[in-house]
């Protein structure tokens, strides 16, 4: 059975750091695409960060860039989020996905596998 288990949610202070982590299980994604997405009340799910497995090669949205990054242990077959300035419009539920059959990584209608998520929550 495929799993994806995020971890390292909580609550911050803008211009704090959090970590969180994605594991997965029952499945290995080599040669494809990770991502962690995002989304936030009366929001669409939206796109992070992106690794591809094969080579590390990474992308990251606008919003993000200079503060996040995204990154992966392949032997422990998990992906992470270094997330640092974080701001109050950060706050939002996310969410790990795998097993990308799409086009863009960053978009959310190529993954098939998708965590539970975890609470980021930054005050200001």
């Known amino acids: 059975q495929v799993q994806l288990v995020e971890s390292g949610g909580g609550s911050v202070q803008a211009g704090g750091s959090l970590r969180l982590s994605c594991a997965a299980s029952g499945y290995t994604y080599s040669r494809n695409w990770m991502a962690w997405f995002r989304q936030a009340p009366g929001k669409t799910r939206e796109g992070v960060a992106a690794?591809?497995?094969?080579?590390?090669?990474?992308l990251l949205s606008d919003s993000v860039k200079g503060r996040f990054t995204i990154s992966r242990d392949r032997a422990e077959n998990t992906i992470y989020l270094q997330m640092n300035r974080l701001k109050p419009e950060d706050t939002a539920m996310y969410y790990c996905?795998?097993?990308?059959?799409?086009?863009?990584?960053?978009?959310?209608?190529?993954?098939?596998?998708w965590g539970q998520g975890t609470q980021v929550t930054v005050s200001s």
């Open positions: 690794i591809y497995t094969g080579d590390s090669s990474t």
């Open positions: 996905a795998a097993d990308f059959h799409g086009v863009q990584p960053l978009s959310r209608v190529g993954y098939s596998h």
